[in-house]
Structures are given as structure tokens and as C-alpha cells.
């Protein structure tokens, strides 16, 4: 009987590729024999290998004689008066890969910034999750975890604020702190009323004692404005604004300048005070993707962050658009 893989739970699905994967990449088996085991054809067998790497099931290490680009690194430091930057080499390397070479290499830098009790702040995000799934064991290193915005609807759940401030705090042997609320809410007026509720409370005071924020960032295309879930909390001046954003960081969308936009949505947002997350001497982002160095270059100059981790290609291209607007001035 065919296995019908498309109807599965996400729990046999992910125990079905782990299968899959074993027998491909240990066994040696190929994917036609794969597929007359499981009854299906070597074209499903394919994609769920395929899928077993970009969600993480499997994992492939390819060892760069040089992992990360110091003098790139010193560019954009002092291009942007950065504490500091880390710019890994995936020239040779696939998206997927890539985002795994960012992602040990991020956890590596965030790891030696967390010392005992450290107050971690995170966000959510494909990019950021990469980081925070391979933090290496700081059980002996008791760090407090906290969830610096409202719950976002995401199509994977493993990329969730509330799932990465979980793993983080588990890898860190320390307290969490969730904020169990959505991102936004309809109306304003409801915002000082939740954030009164205890639990809330009590998370938002540890946001005043953040040492460390690590967040990924959003582009242009991945507009808040335009996700289809956050179309209920929209009013036709938010519309009309769409055009002039170029991204969002901490929940906020920004404006063309970088600031935060004068957006009816931007006060619906259920999160920490942004002062306290300003405040938090190290402010990470990671990121990668040429569709992202307008936000990345203006979020910057705003002093959104002050620590970037990105890969070569993004780095080169954020550095050609500085030099592009000091050619035309």
C-alpha cells in the first residue's frame, strides 16, 4: 500500500524523513529503493529529503579553510560605528547551507556573550532560529530568557518566539519569561490593560534588564502589511502608507528613513517598551539576503542594533550601497 506522506502529522512526518534521511545520506541506500520501502515514488522521497535539510532534521558540515571575512567584518564596523560584526564566508555554499554556517557561527558569538545571569531577549525568525537551535550546552551557565514581543502567526512553528525562547532557556539551564499575548490586538486601548495582567507584568519588568537582544529582520517583501493575518488590524491610512516601509525589526514596521513608521498598526503592537530594548547594551540581528540590505543599512544608521551577523554576499552589497549614496551626494 503507497504511504500517503502529504496527510501525516507533524510528528510522523518529521519521524518519516528522519527514516528517509538515515537510509540516504548513512546507508547508502538510493531514493528508488527508499521509495519501493515505504511504497512511494522516488519523487516524494526527493522532496522529503530535501525537506529534512531545510528543516534542520539533517544537517551538513562543510569545513571553509576560512569561515568568516575579518576585513569585511572592519568595514562595517566602521561604516556604521558597530560594537560588532560577524560575516560568514558562503561563497561556495547553498542557501540552506549557508544559513547553517551563519547559524554556528552566530551561536558561537552569542554564546561567549552569555555569561551567568546574562537577561536574553529574543524575537523570531527563520535566521535567528538557525542561531539559536545550535547554541552549544550552557547548562553550567544559568542565562534568564525572555519573549520581547507578542506571539506572530508563523507557517513554522519551530521559528516561533515562544519555541526559540524555550530552546534557548533549555540550553541555557535558566528561567524564561513568555509574553502570552499576540503581536497585536484591534484596539490600542486593550494594550494597558493586558499589560497589567501579572504574568504580562512580570515579563515586561525583566525587559528592563536585557543585556542582550538577538532578533532577525524583516524586508520589504515580508512586510507585516502584507501578510494576509494581519489584514483584520489594518486601517485604509496603513494602506495608503504601505509603499513608503521598507521593513520591520522588534514588531515595528519602519519607514524609508528607518524610524518607525507613523503607522495605526505600529500602536496596536503588544511588546516590550521600546526604550528597554534600546537600552540593552548588545543589540544583535541577524540576517541575510540582498533583499534585505535596504532595511539592514537604515536600521543601522537609527541605532536599531549595533551588532550584525550576516553572510559575505549581504555584507558586500550593504557596503556598495553606502559607497553608491556617497558617489551621488
Avoid at 233 to 249: A, F, H, N, V, W
Avoid at 296 to 324: R, S
Amino acid at each position: 500500500m503507497a504511504v500517503d506522506t502529504e496527510r501525516f502529522p507533524d510528528k510522523e512526518r518529521y519521524d518519516l524523513m528522519a527514516q528517509m534521511a538515515d537510509l540516504y545520506y548513512n546507508q547508502g541506500k538510493t531514493q528508488a529503493e527508499i521509495a519501493r520501502q515505504f511504497g512511494t515514488n522516488r519523487f516524494r522521497v526527493a522532496k522529503l529529503i530535501q525537506d529534512a535539510r531545510a528543516e534542520q532534521i539533517v544537517e551538513i558540515r562543510i569545513h571553509h579553510a576560512n569561515k568568516r571575512s575579518s576585513l569585511l567584518e572592519e568595514e562595517l564596523k566602521k561604516a556604521f560605528h558597530f560594537r560588532d560584526a560577524v560575516v560568514v564566508n558562503t561563497r561556495y555554499s547553498s542557501y540552506i547551507d549557508g544559513l547553517t554556517q551563519i547559524g554556528e557561527e552566530g551561536a558561537a558569538y552569542l554564546a561567549r556573550l552569555l555569561t551567568p545571569g546574562k537577561v536574553l531577549g529574543l524575537t523570531w525568525g527563520k535566521t535567528l532560529q538557525s542561531v539559536i537551535g545550535r547554541l552549544p550546552d550552557l547548562s553550567y551557565n544559568p542565562v534568564t530568557v525572555v519573549q520581547l514581543t507578542g506571539s506572530y502567526a508563523l507557517r513554522n512553528p519551530s521559528t516561533d518566539t515562544r519555541e526559540l525562547v524555550r530552546t534557548a532557556a533549555a540550553g541555557c539551564g535558566g528561567d524564561y519569561f513568555y509574553l502570552d499575548v499576540p503581536l497585536y490586538v484591534k484596539e490600542a486601548a486593550l494594550i494597558e490593560m493586558l499589560k497589567k495582567e501579572p504574568g504580562i507584568s512580570r515579563t515586561l519588568e525583566q525587559m528592563k534588564k536585557l543585556d542582550v537582544v538577538a532578533s532577525g529582520i524583516g524586508g520589504e517583501s515580508s512586510l507585516p502589511l502584507r501578510n494576509p493575518e494581519v489584514k483584520p488590524y489594518l486601517t485604509e491610512r496603513d494602506k495608503e502608507m504601505t509603499p513608503r516601509c521598507i521593513g520591520s525589526l522588534y514588531g515595528r514596521v519602519l519607514n524609508e528613513e528607518g524610524q518607525e513608521a507613523d503607522l495605526d498598526l505600529n500602536r496596536k503592537i503588544v511588546s516590550g517598551a521600546l526604550e528597554d530594548i534600546i537600552a540593552a547594551p548588545v543589540r544583535i540581528i541577524v540576517a541575510c539576503g540582498r533583499h534585505k540590505v535596504k532595511v539592514l543599512k537604515k536600521a543601522a544608521e537609527q541605532g536599531w542594533y549595533n551588532v550584525l551577523v550576516t553572510d559575505a554576499d549581504t555584507a558586500v552589497h550593504l557596503m556598495e550601497l553606502i559607497e553608491n549614496e556617497r558617489s551621488a551626494q
